[in-house]
């Protein structure tokens, strides 16, 4: 079975060169069929590297020497060969690509690969769609519900018959007939599958393992619990396929910014087309009550927006034109038009999908403790079994082989562990997705867990303890010049940067400044700004600017504590401009907060006078502080606090933008205000998507309820196994509690780690 068709492909360099795509696997639902999958498409000679998240049920290829469509092909028969029903979709925005590549003029209906993302509503019957046509007897293979219902009816029939006054009526053979055909329409699939893996070398496979206990059942003359664990296990299997369905549909509904349609406007009409196929420059209508699918700018109307899927704040925002608007948001009121500025794949709303997509990428270390630990456990546990059925029937006196042989069938029956691979990715995933609805992007569990170890944190000041949002507050002259002078040559050097401090002197000049007279100019970096203006020498900086310069005669020493800004004319001290930043308002809690939660140090760096740093640290109740620093001290201070020794995870909080070295360096680095901000998502492990520096304290409660969740499944799971199994090497358990540990354990798990979509977090 093929649920994708071959296209023309390609023939071109194009195919040289590494190509990333992403396909969905519909129908995967087994653990130990992800990981073969997985290792199946990296054993390829083309293909680089292979991740299988299998929460999301998606997988990620990097690959040369083939196309996207080709990839399909050979991955769909991969899992053909592996789990047959799963279904490979390729990915939207992968899919476009791929026919951008195709011939030019192929219609061939054969040439069409399934897409999650529909482009047109053109469809073609598949191979699935054909197959689900065919006889009677295939359709009822394939339906479990109707499998399940016939073979437990049978197994009733059987059971009556063998204990019942009609026991003595109806001969052995056709009760025995009555359990074999009874067990073969619930289990028959798991055995083909367990022949046909057999001879691939897949033997340590639940479906193996449930086919020789069972069988071994048979051979001991146990029919009615051959069948009966086969029917139990088949239920089992079903409600688990649905706990991760669940599980999954509840993270994306969490996560539900996809934007379906776009109202694009071209030539005076609407037409609702694919977000996919509108280009920046495109204007588009975005009616009240709808999704915006792209980012853009407002240039018709003004509205009020729903921004909680993006950065989890409840207050609905107001936009009026010329206001840029972002992917994701939900359009509350007002008929508006937006000129896009970005396509699809580059939008705000696709990048946070692909980011936590990609972020089970990052496995925690819980995580890769556990898929060794299964790469040990089920052997053991079979090797183990093989020894209790073998070993006292030959050593012990009166050891019966058959009662032995019987508590070697329950081991086999609990070695999968299922609950321990399927709840504890889940967990982790289920974290970072409750993390994004509330406005924090998590790149990995691996940062997700280590939030729990983290003892210090460190601050960069502006924009992120403080609201980054200068404002003068006195214009001071001296040597002769005049403040408006002073004022009018500063907001001329500043025009040209986008820093809160310039934007805050321009704005105070209240005026366009002349940029026609502008000679030369140049940025000293950590210094401040050298211009030639009218052919006057202007320098507009902080106190080493004046040191650098030797600017000594008539230098006034500024005695406040706010930001100043020097101003130098031809070498001559001209004045000062003071300015006053805004503490946030959620800093005060957030200290609070951290300090609750058992953080050791808070720390500040900024690059702001040692006074003015002082005084902040004073006022938030900081442990230590850094002032007048470059971004290269930053990081040679955040270098020395992680040498020290015996101390936990630190975690540095900065801009995104400046703070970028910082942030790569830190054990955890946290951007604020993220949206739309490539530096920050590029450089950060955790992206804020708003200017909220407390939501570093949701993310370390949601980090440390992740935790204690995956540790109960942990627990759960290994504890259940650990009872049944000592009770069945002691002849006290039955097959039936052997599959509970096995698959009841794992729906219980699953269903434990959906706790943490709505569990409400510790304040």
Known sequence: MSA?????????????????????????????????????????????????????????????????????????????????????????????????????????????????????????????????KGTGLISFLRDEKQRLVTGGLLFLLALLTRYSSLAEQVPFWLNFSLFVISYLIVGGEIILTALRNIPRGIIFDENFLMTIATFGAFAIGEYPEAVAVMLFYMVGEILQDKAVERSRRSIKELMDIRPDYANLKRNGKIQMVDPGQVQAGDEIIIRPGERVPLDGVI????????????????????????????????????????????????????????????????????????????????????????????????????????????????????????????????GFFAGIGRASREGILVKGGNYLEALNKVERVVFDKTGTLTRGVFVVEKVKAFNGFVEDEVLE?????????????????????????????????????????????????????????????????????????GTVVYVVIDRDFAGYISLTDVIREDAHATMRGLRDLGIKELIMLTGDRKAVAEEYAANLGLDAHYGELLPEDKVEIVEGLLQEAGKGK??????????????????????????????????????????????????????????????????????????????????????????????????????????????????
């Not at 025009?495 to 400044?513: C, G, L, N, Q, R």
């Open 4 to 132: 994708v068709n071959s296209g023309k492909g390609i023939e071109s360099d194009s195919l040289q060169k590494g190509i990333k795509a992403g396909y969905l696997l519909k129908g995967l639902n087994c653990t130990s069929c992800a990981m073969k999958i997985e290792m199946a498409v990296k054993e390829l000679p083309f293909v680089e590297n292979a991740f299988l998240n299998f929460a999301a049920g998606k997988i990620n290829i990097e690959f040369q020497g083939k196309d996207i469509g080709e990839m399909a092909l050979l991955l769909q028969d991969i899992c053909d060969r592996t789990e047959p029903g799963i279904e490979v979709v390729i990915k939207g925005k992968d899919m476009a690509a791929w026919e951008e590549g195709k011939e030019a003029g192929s219609t061939d209906p054969q040439d069409r690969l399934k897409l999650d993302i529909p482009l047109d509503k053109e469809r073609t019957m598949d191979s699935t769609d054909r197959e689900s």
């Open 489 to 561: 040559l500063a907001a001329i050097a500043e025009s040209h940067s986008s820093h809160p401090i310039a934007t805050a002197i321009v704005a105070e000049y209240a005026a366009v400044p002349e940029q026609e007279k502008i000679e030369s100019y140049q940025e000293l970096p950590g210094h401040g700004i050298r211009l030639l203006y009218d052919g006057r020498e202007i320098l507009v900086g902080n106190d080493k600017l004046l040191q650098e310069y030797n600017i000594k005669d008539g230098v006034q020493i500024y005695d406040g504590n």
């Open 299 to 426: 240039i018709e109307g003004r509205t009020m927006v729903d921004t909680s899927a993006l950065t989890g704040e409840s207050l609905p925002r107001s936009l009026d034109t010329g206001d840029e608007i972002l992917s994701g948001m939900v359009n509350k009121e007002g008929l508006i038009t937006v000129r896009v500025s970005k396509s699809y794949g580059d939008s705000t709303v696709a990048r946070i999908l692909e980011l936590v997509e990609n972020s089970a990428a990052r496995k925690a270390p819980t995580e890769e403790f556990i898929s060794k630990f299964a790469g040990y456990y089920t052997p053991i546990v079979v090797y183990a079994a093989l020894a209790i059925a073998v070993l006292p029937p030959l050593f012990v006196p009166g050891a019966v082989f058959a009662d032995w042989f019987y508590r070697a069938l329950i081991f086999l029956v609990i070695s999968c562990p299922c609950a321990l691979v399927v709840s504890i990715p889940l």
């Open 650 to 763: 630190l975690l540095f909080a900065g801009d995104g933008i400046n703070d970028a070295p910082v942030l790569a360096r830190a054990d955890i680095g946290v951007a604020m205000g993220g949206v739309g901000s490539d530096a920050a998502i590029e450089a950060a492990d955790l992206v804020l998507m708003t200017d909220e520096p407390f939501r570093i304290v949701t993310a370390i409660r949601i980090a440390g309820m992740t935790s204690r969740i995956v540790w109960q499944n942990i627990i759960l799971a290994l504890g259940v196994k650990g009872i049944v199994l000592l009770l069945g090497a002691a002849g006290l358990a039955t097959m039936w509690m052997a599959v509970f540990a096995d698959v009841g354990v794992t729906v219980l798990a699953v269903l434990n780690s959906l706790r943490i979509l709505k569990k409400p977090l510790a304040e």
